[in-house]
């Protein structure tokens, strides 16, 4: 069946060397604006180098460039869904960011920010992020704002053209704030449940993050990253929440988003050619290659046709880039052919996970690490639960990561399962 061998491939759980807690944890000093730390030349005495707001890219590509002007240098290029930290809007039409360590620019019309939507009768909206902050607006329950920074216990909004501070445990974001209140969706998808949205990502109390078993490590930063929510939702279908833990620490090694802030991937080969290259067989030999014995294996990129082969599996700098040049032949099939962020599904079952497009996918996780989560559980079938109940693993890698790979996957996820339970 080609749906299920085009579920799901190698992938290589370790992928970056920074734990995903760790990157939360200076994320968190960099955005804070009370706490100040000097150590991160982020936050503290420099007031200008502060991130203002964190939006995503909203257009397929989009040039990177030194000064705030279209005929200056490019740098790079960003990829629809990317993560941006935004330091000023230096006028109207560009908006200053760090790219590579350094000051650049981008076109401010291509960047877009988080939706919101108030979940209170009455919410205040304030000038700075405390409780006795003057008071600049007064919201109703289910006006929409814009979240342009998430702080932590604040969200920094824009309404009506004011830009202010409002208490986040009142307003919703992502699928939530986008769906109205009379809505009937034809199937209640986990990402479109308003409580699952407000249950707490990490677990009442955490484990002890052993060091002497590489297993034993993703698995605990794993549950206790996400075991507040995972504990709900594997009491739901009924399986053992280390099940849940080993099958997201063998797909993504426990992390969602790369070093760079972008959504964890994998840009499969072998899956482009069969969505674009075999009828583009010419342009495609000249940039990708694979092994035809095991296609899932060998893969290899070049942008130029003249330039050296280069293999890109394992670093997530390399694998944005050679997605954005695959979007740049087919956007639609280059999004197809690569998997993303926890659960690691791949683009083209986007439509499994509740989404209509493999971008709207792409624009959910790069939103929230919660709808990674959620995206594993609605990815479950009744015949991957049944075997997860039973603990299977062999027989729901045959589901999840195709035939030729389940044997291999199902040995990954027991040996995770087996470290979660001792740390347990």
């Excluded at 960011?97 to 620019?105: F, G, L, Q, V």
């Excluded at 069969?274 to 342009?283: A, Y």
């Amino acid at each position: 069946n080609l749906n299920f061998q085009i579920l799901k491939f190698n992938k290589s759980p370790k992928i970056e060397n920074m734990s995903f807690l760790t990157r939360l944890f200076f994320r968190n000093l960099r955005e804070n604006p009370v706490e100040k730390s000097a150590g991160n030349p982020l936050v503290g005495a420099n007031e200008a180098t502060r991130i203002s707001m964190q939006g995503y890219i909203n257009a397929n590509v989009l040039n990177v460039r030194s000064q705030p002007e279209k005929g200056e240098n490019v740098l790079g290029k960003l990829s629809r869904g990317a993560v941006v930290d935004i330091y000023e809007k230096t006028n109207s039409d560009w908006y200053k960011i760090k790219y590579n360590n350094a000051s650049a620019y981008v076109t401010a019309e291509f960047v877009a920010f988080k939706q919101g939507k108030v979940n209170a009768n009455a919410l205040n909206m304030r000038s700075q992020p405390d409780l006795n902050a003057e008071v600049l607006n007064k919201l109703k329950r289910d006006d929409k704002v814009s979240v342009l920074l998430t702080l932590k216990d604040w969200y920094k909004v824009e309404y009506q053209g004011k830009v202010g501070y409002m208490a986040s445990k009142f307003v919703v974001i992502g699928a939530a704030a986008d769906t109205d209140k009379n809505d009937k969706p034809t199937k209640k998808f986990l990402k479109d449940k308003a409580a699952l949205l407000r249950v707490k990502l990490e677990p009442k109390s955490k484990v002890i993050v052993p060091t002497a078993s590489r297993e034993g490590r993703i698995t605990a930063e794993t549950y206790n990253n996400f075991g507040g929510l995972l504990e709900v939702l594997s009491d739901e279908i009924n399986i053992d929440i280390a099940t849940a833990i080993a099958v997201l620490a063998v797909e993504s090694g426990g992390k969602g988003f790369g070093a760079q802030g972008n959504v964890l991937i994998r840009f499969e080969n072998h899956l482009f050619h069969s969505f674009w290259g075999k009828n583009n067989e010419k342009i495609y030999n000249q940039h990708f290659r694979f092994s035809s014995a095991e296609r899932w294996k060998n893969h290899f990129f070049r942008k130029d046709k003249n330039s050296e082969w280069q293999a890109y599996h394992g670093d997530q700098i390399k694998e944005w880039e050679v997605l954005t040049f695959a979007r740049s032949l087919d956007n639609e099939k280059a999004l197809f052919s690569a998997s993303y962020g926890l659960p690691q599904v791949i683009g083209s079952n986007h439509k499994v996970i509740g989404y209509k497009s493999a971008q709207d996918m792409l624009d959910g996780f790069s939103e929230d690490i919660r709808y990674h989560v959620l995206a594993l559980f609605d990815f479950f079938n009744p015949q991957m639960i049944k075997h997860l109940q039973r603990k299977e693993f062999t027989d729901f890698a045959r589901y999840y990561n195709g035939g030729g790979q389940a044997v291999r996957y199902g040995n990954f996820i027991k040996r995770h399962y087996d470290a979660f339970k001792k740390t347990k």
